[in-house]
């Protein structure tokens, strides 16, 4: 029905001779199977993308889900196909992400997905002046946990 300043707080935490931490309740980790939005681990940077991890590497999971971050301005010299085992789904969250697969060039607007044969030459770029994020599952795992 109310509630209560810090400053208030830290006097009755001194009165009661407790940390202040002692009346909020911290967010438990649940090991293997939850990942909360602070928990998510930036675990490549390159030149134009930034990578989290939105699953824990847990032992015989085939899926790698991922958030990316493609920073604006890249060039289209900077794009190069490439081809590699498995599958991705790649949903477009922000920004125009524009895609190359074999030979074709698409742009994917907010909302769109594509899900292919990560074995079909592509590469996806950010040609605009603002970020684009993507939710990107691939399988298997193209990045090993370090």
């Not at 009346?23 to 940077?45: A, D």
């Not at 190069?80 to 698409?106: A, K, N, P, Q, R």
Request: charge should be negative; include cysteine; charged fraction near 25%.
């Amino acid at each position: 029905m109310t509630s209560i300043a810090i400053t208030s707080l830290e006097k009755i935490a001194k009165v009661l001779e407790v940390d202040l931490s002692y009346f909020f309740t911290l967010p438990q980790k649940h090991e293997g199977l939850i990942v909360r939005s602070y928990e998510q681990e930036v675990f490549s940077v390159e030149e134009s993308r930034i990578y989290h991890r939105l699953a824990n590497d847990l032992n015989g999971k085939i899926l790698e889900p991922m958030l990316i971050t493609l920073l604006p301005n890249q060039s289209r010299e900077e794009i190069t196909t490439y081809s590699h085992e498995g599958e991705e789904f790649v949903y477009v969250l922000e920004g125009i992400l524009t895609i190359f697969i074999d030979g074709e060039e698409y742009q994917l607007n907010p909302g769109d997905s594509i899900h292919m044969s990560s074995t079909i030459p592509h590469e996806w770029a950010n040609f605009t002046n603002k970020l684009v994020k993507v939710l990107c599952v691939s399988s298997p795992k193209i990045f090993p946990k370090k």
